[in-house]
């Protein structure tokens, strides 16, 4: 049963009267005046059962808070969601893998690698169901028995990408999470790339450490994944990267490489022992 504030707050999104995360704790910071809004909260409780999702605001108790100081703009006050909404409630216990589109098979096999030894030593897998690395770091979850979680950059009506919807229910159904700040689809195409770097400050804000598989250079082919992996710098979280000295030529590993230059961890099994 998801809370009345929660439902009420879920109609001003929908109905676009709550703009951004920014509006929100400037003029809506307030239960009081939230409940001066009108809206049938039968009609959207069943909404919401026929969906399958859940929803959850800042008002509840249960609301998976964070350890970082933020700007209003990037501090997040609402999710839906399917699966296990408690997984978030540890961040110590979960670790996010991030990564190009396009991994070469070795590349996911040595990927593979690192998954398995992180759910070993029993932490849960955070990603962002995009193809590719995501992909990978889901599925060798699911395979090892593991709980993994997944931001969307999308609502869950229209699940991006649409190839991963069949995981996605694997990860709800292996006793996973994945969830969004969205409920609305975008309004343009500024707004809809907006969203895929709003979801990687939450892959950041929800982890004890992030770990960039790899990475192109920005102009070199996707480095959606640097934003990832730059929140995680700016909150101060732990980060790892996938390298080794024969990848310095292979630009899929470009922005790896440059991370090592400037100090960041080589990911190792001695360095995920010490996470």
Known sequence: MNS???LKLYNLIKTGVIKTNAHFWKSF???????TFPCDLQALEQELKEKGINVISVFDNTFPVVGVKLKNSERPFFFAYKGDITLLNNVDKNVAVIGVLTPTNEIVEREEKVVKSLIEKGYNIVSGLAKGC???AHTESIKNNAKTI????STIDDLYP??????ANEIINNGGLIIT?????PKNKYENVKRF???DRLQALYSKAVILIASFRKGEGDS???HAFEKAKQYGIKRLVMYRESDSNDLTFGLNKDYVIQGEKIVSQKAIEGL
């Not at 649409?162 to 995981?167: D, F, G, Q, T, V």
């Not at 700040?181 to 689809?185: F, G, L, P």
Request: charged share 30%; aromatic share 12%; net charge negative.
């Open 4 to 6: 009345k504030i929660s």
């Open 29 to 35: 910071y307030n239960e009081d005046y939230i409940n």
């Open 134 to 136: 995501d992909t990978v």
């Open 150 to 153: 997944a931001f969307l950059p």
């Open 162 to 167: 649409k190839e991963n919807i069949s995981l």
């Open 181 to 185: 700040e969205y409920v609305n689809e």
């Open 197 to 199: 770097i709003e979801r």
């Open 224 to 226: 959606g994944s640097r």
